[in-house]
């Protein structure tokens, strides 16, 4: 028997990335013997790359900037009997058809998946009431997946064990004696946050003497961050300071991680550490689709139903979640060592 080898396409932002990962994590399990590929974007690959499920990285940026045959040709090349369409994208749809592919799974929901594929999963994620990972996962039911995982199992699935090694300066950052967290902040303006002034309140009630506060961000989101890091001196500034395999690590180095509904806040919940997410009571970016799937993860929303904010920079429903309803929780976890 020939061995399979399946494309995941997914050329998408790191959170919608880890959250696609246990679909690698299932077909490992269902066809131990199998190639994986995952098609995502270069700036995705190192968080690909480490996960043990996934054999090889397709880069959809450096496959774009060829000609159309060559498109077909370089994915022809990959010998893949079979792709699953996690993100649907049009142009990789109709490409993976002129490559020969032979088993193309799409949702019956795109229009141009009724001719660019040859196996319909009926799927709407918009009005669902299941997570995105478990979303993901109805795709493979055509592959033998079973229709529904539940959300404990998920984190069985990401696989996400094939990080760096941290440098030996920064692995010394880590306070031993002290529950050690990272804050990120920013979204890089894909989410609703929950503002500098709430960290700042949160990090103010912390005891010193119990937690290590770190800040992360990308160097483009310095001048947001830097009223915190002016106004709680304590904190450790790793803003900018880490590529991203060495963030990975930082995240796993740590005990835990608070951030709105971001990458590095999925990163943090497959990877195991508590993962505290904020969210705002608001369709379809509400915590029963976005939630940190992860066996210490938790999740901070209001449990009033959205006051029609306007958008992602004025967020009520982010801004009133408390300070203290965080700190009280970070207390509870941090026993003193």
Known sequence: MNRRTFIISRADAIGDVVLTLPVAGVLRELYPDARILFLGNNYTQDVIRACKHVDEFINWDELQQLGPEAQADALAATGADTIIHVLPRKEIAELAKKAGIST??????????????????RLSRKNSPYHEAQLNLRLLTVLGAKPLYALAEIPGYYGLTKLASLPAGIAALKDPGKFNLILHPKSRGNGREWGIENYIRLVKALPE?????????????????TPLLQQCPGVTDMVGKLTLPQFLSFICHADGLLASGTGPLHVAAALGIHALGLFPPLRP?????WAPLGVKAMVFCLEEPCKGCPGAHDCACMRDISPMKLQEYLLTISKPR
């Open 104 to 121: 193309r799974i799409g949702t019956t929901n795109r229009a141009y998946h009724w001719y660019t594929c040859n196996k319909l999963v």
């Open 209 to 225: 003497d119990r937690f290590k506060v770190f800040v992360t961000g990308t160097p483009a989101e310095r001048e947001a961050l």
């Open 285 to 289: 970016i509400h915590p029963e689709r």
